[in-house]
Every structure is written in C-alpha cells, then in structure tokens.
C-alpha cells in the first residue's frame, strides 16, 4: 500500500507491528479492538460492565457504586451518571 492510500489506522497498526514486532495482521486487530473499545457509547458500556459484574457476584449497589466511579475515569468522557440514571439504562 502506498503511504499516500494509508489512512490513519493503517498508519498506526503500522507503526505498532513496527514497534512491537507484532505481525501486520496481528497490529491491525489490536487497532480495531482499541478503537472498537473508545468507540462504545456509555449505555453500552453501563451494560456489558452490569453484566460482568453480575457474573462475579456482585449486588447492585456494589455495581452501581462502581460503575460511577469506573465512569469518572472513562478515557472516553462520559456525564456523570447517579445510580437511579445507570439503574435505568440497565433495566429501562
């Protein structure tokens, strides 16, 4: 591919097979998992988080708590959510 048709995220899974060491294929599947990761909007992350949560056992309250404070340090800023507001994209 020439460096004019390489986009940004060729570019980059480039530079980390470069880097890394990683084989091309490998590079280009960690870019697409981190950007896949940044792209998730709050309620789908309030969701799968919920769910992981719950599969350790933890309560509600626990979660809740936790997913609050998870959210303040989210790479991808999100608002700041009460417990009533996640319990709601939760459950509806």
Do not use: C, K
């Not at 997913?67 to 709601?88: D, I, K, M």
């Amino acid at each position: 591919m020439s460096e004019a048709a390489a986009g940004p995220v060729d570019e980059l899974a480039e530079q980390i097979s470069r880097t890394t060491g990683l084989p091309p294929d490998d590079a280009r599947r960690v870019v697409a998992d981190v950007l896949a990761y940044f792209t998730e909007t709050t309620e789908e992350y309030v969701r799968r988080r919920h769910r992981e949560l719950q599969t350790y056992g933890a309560r509600n309250d626990e979660i809740f708590a936790r997913l609050g404070t998870e959210l303040r340090h989210w790479p991808v800023r999100s608002p700041e959510l009460s417990a009533r507001q996640l319990r709601r994209i939760v459950y509806g």
